[in-house]
């Protein structure tokens, strides 16, 4: 197997941190406010701001590189780091077509801000799904299976 999950779960935790960060410092100059995240879940699970980030946190940490973890790494092709963005790109989807939504967002974000906070999210995502591939694949797999293929085959030189 490719992926161990505590190493997965560590990634969870790290691309959560950078997530957090790049809402915190990088949203605002994107989107021309605050986002917070926190908020929005203690507004779906009818909680308070602090249980929002414990939830946050313990889906970015857990559920998602379990599911990571169990389900997506072995099917999905190429080295930890693009596995990484394409389980970003998924969430991104999900996010923006389910979860959104059930917040009052609308669908990819038409009622909370258009464009600029569909960019702003898909970077988010990237940013967590490359940290997470990046962390939970193998140390010593190589970054990209084309070329561990390209290395792997025979060469034939042309005589003369």
């Given at each position: 197997m490719r992926?161990?999950?505590?190493r997965?779960?560590?990634?969870g935790f ?5 997530v957090?960060c790049?809402?915190?410092?990088a ?6 406010g605050?986002?917070?995240?926190a908020?929005a879940l ?6 308070s ?7 946050y946190?313990?889906?970015g ?11 997506v790494d072995?099917?999905l092709p190429g080295?930890?780091a693009v596995r990484?963005?394409a ?5 991104w989807?999900?996010s923006q ?5 059930m917040a009052g967002g609308?669908f990819?974000s038409s ?11 898909l970077?988010g995502?990237?940013a967590y799904?490359l940290?997470?591939?990046v962390?939970a694949g193998?140390p010593?797999?190589r970054?990209?299976?084309?070329r561990?293929?390209?290395v792997?085959?025979?060469?034939l030189?042309?005589?003369?």
């Amino acid at each position: 197997m490719r992926t161990n999950l505590f190493r997965a779960c560590f990634g969870g935790f790290l691309g959560t941190i950078v997530v957090t960060c790049m809402v915190i410092f990088a949203s605002p100059t994107l989107i021309g406010g605050p986002a917070d995240l926190a908020s929005a879940l203690a507004r779906m699970l009818g909680g308070s701001w602090l249980a929002g980030m414990g939830m946050y946190f313990i889906v970015g940490t857990l559920a998602l590189p379990a599911i990571y973890f169990t389900l997506v790494d072995r099917w999905l092709p190429g080295g930890p780091a693009v596995r990484g963005a394409a389980w970003g790109v998924a969430l991104w989807v999900v996010s923006q077509a389910i979860v959104l939504p059930m917040a009052g967002g609308g669908f990819f974000s038409s009622a909370a801000g258009g464009l600029r906070v569909i960019t702003d999210s898909l970077i988010g995502h990237l940013a967590y799904g490359l940290v997470l591939g990046v962390f939970a694949g193998d140390p010593n797999e190589r970054a990209f299976s084309m070329r561990q293929e390209f290395v792997a085959k025979p060469r034939l030189r042309r005589a003369g």
